[in-house]
């Protein structure tokens, strides 16, 4: 187990993960506002009653991260400590009390940390990553292959609320100082932090979005800027009827809509990325091998899941390639969310029977897994709900519906009765589906099974063929090795 300690300029958190790896559990998270860089501008000082809430929590955190019995604990802190003439002697009075050592880091690292957790969940970053705290805002150039571009700026909400003069004049003018921000037009803004969380949270309240998951929640140029410039102008007291948030930020969210709105402007990107992942994922991220920052996040966080309460072994990799000759168009980004779904495909098997494919539907919509965007989620939540016999037009299904064009929503449903049919032939043990095969013949899905093996025959066998055929527009066959076609039918199910 490994824990971090992240001291920001508006709040405290302690996270712990199972380990250090590419896709993490988290085992404990805990938040605590401090607000230590409220009073920063004004007096160059941290804010003393933040300091206090602060001391007591950190040493109760360190302590606690003790006793759960993490092997590594890293304190990391960030502006409001930096910057404050008092910053030293705060990190120096921590260290006594804990005996932990306390990091401050740069500007440019943070910017780089946050950019690192970033490439953390949504591997095929591509753009900017801005991460706005209470105190600054760290810009950096994210993609593929390391970039030197990297600023931080102090403009944080919570700084600028207390500075002399007008704080969107500070806001334009910093902005202005940064000149590369223009190479990240028409590619995806990420945007990371707590008040711009905050401005997801609200958008998905406004408008009804059915699936309240922040990471990869995103919004397209036009519609952003509409929503930042109404949130913008937006009460204290109007922000108060928004439910979802903590109700300490209210006060910085205005100025946090105000300073994403003015690098929308700036940067012309084609989105609004909003990512869960920060500073504290790209610490983790940056001490793993090369080798592992390559792995494929979401199906090694799938791979976990089917490993916390297996069946009988059977394994996705065998699942997966029994069904790959039904979909040869499919995208290799489709192939991977089948993949992925391949190997939790087995996870519902001890609930209740009665409400598995409900149950399932809603894990996979809101599982905790990085590398997959909402898309993604609904593409899965499909495949299983289908798996586990559930209807597409149960109400559950409805609401997440129009976030998959119609084409790939069926194939997602074809996905998971396909995988149904394959667990109905086996029963889910390891080692009986290679003998049997399933393929696309003209206008009918043909399932070959061993002669005279009554195992892979009988009512419900056939009942899921077709299924199966429905769902990819066939009729069904089933044949034996070595005997010749049989005749035609029509899928139907019994």
């Known amino acids: 187990m490994v824990g971090v300690i992240d001291i920001g300029s508006n709040s405290l958190r302690l996270v712990l993960y199972d380990r250090i790896g590419r896709a993490p559990n988290v085992l404990f998270n805990e938040k605590v506002m401090c607000a230590l860089g409220r009073s920063l501008n004004s007096t160059g000082r941290l804010n003393p009653d933040g300091v206090a809430l602060a001391r007591d929590n950190i040493e109760r955190f360190v302590m606690l991260a003790h006793q759960l019995g ?84 102090p403009i944080g909400p919570l700084r600028l609320l207390e500075a002399a003069g007008d704080p969107h004049t500070a806001i334009d003018k910093a902005i202005e100082t940064v000149p590369w921000l223009a190479q990240a037009t028409d590619k ?69 809509a105000y300073v994403l709105a003015k690098l929308v402007t700036k940067i012309k990107p084609s989105r609004i990325v909003f990512s869960a992942f920060g500073l504290r994922e790209g610490h983790l991220f940056e001490l793993l091998s090369p080798a592992e920052q390559r792995q494929d996040p979401l199906l090694i966080a799938c791979a976990d899941m089917a490993r916390v309460n297996p069946r009988f072994g059977a394994g996705g990799d065998e699942l997966l390639a029994w069904t790959d000759a039904l979909f040869p168009n499919e995208t290799p980004a489709q192939r991977r969310l089948r993949r992925a779904a391949a190997l939790v495909s087995d996870i519902g098997w001890s609930e209740h029977p009665d409400y598995r494919d409900e149950q399932i539907f809603m894990r996979c919509l809101r599982m905790p897994v990085p590398g997959i965007d909402h898309g993604g989620r609904v593409f899965i939540a499909n495949a299983l709900h289908a798996r586990y016999g559930g209807e597409a037009e149960m109400p559950i299904v409805a609401g997440t519906r129009g ?63 077709d299924a199966l055929g429905r769902a990819l527009g066939r009729r069904t066959l089933i044949r034996t090795e070595d005997s010749p076609p049989p005749k035609k039918r029509a899928g139907r199910d019994g």
């Open 188 to 256: 995806p803004f990420y945007a990371v932090g707590g008040a711009w969380r905050a401005l997801a949270r609200i958008h998905m309240e406004h408008n009804h979005y059915p699936l309240h998951v922040i990471q990869n929640y995103a919004l397209e140029r036009p519609e952003a800027e509409l929503f930042l410039g109404l949130i913008e102008r937006q009460s204290r007291r109007s922000l108060e009827k928004i439910m979802g948030f903590s109700r300490k930020r209210l006060e910085t969210v205005p100025l946090a």
């Open 70 to 153: 993490v092997s590594r604990l890293d304190v990391l802190a960030t502006s409001a400590v930096r910057d404050a003439e008092d910053g030293p002697g705060f990190v120096a009075e921590i260290e006594r009390r804990t005996g932990v050592k306390v990091a401050v880091i740069d500007g440019m690292r943070e910017g780089r940390l946050s950019a690192s957790g970033v490439l953390a969940g949504i591997p095929d970053a591509d753009g900017i990553t801005g991460d706005l705290g209470g105190g600054s805002v760290e810009l950096a150039i994210t993609g593929p292959q390391p970039s030197g571009f990297v600023v931080s700026l």
């Open 403 to 465: 976030l998959l064009d119609e084409a790939v929503f069926l194939q997602a449903r074809a996905v998971g009765h396909a995988f149904r049919l394959a667990y109905t032939l086996t029963g889910g043990a390891p080692g009986l589906l290679h003998r049997t095969s399933v393929a696309l013949e003209a206008a009918s899905v043909a399932l070959t099974i061993p002669e005279h093996t009554a195992i892979y025959t009988g009512e419900a066998v056939q009942r899921r063929l």
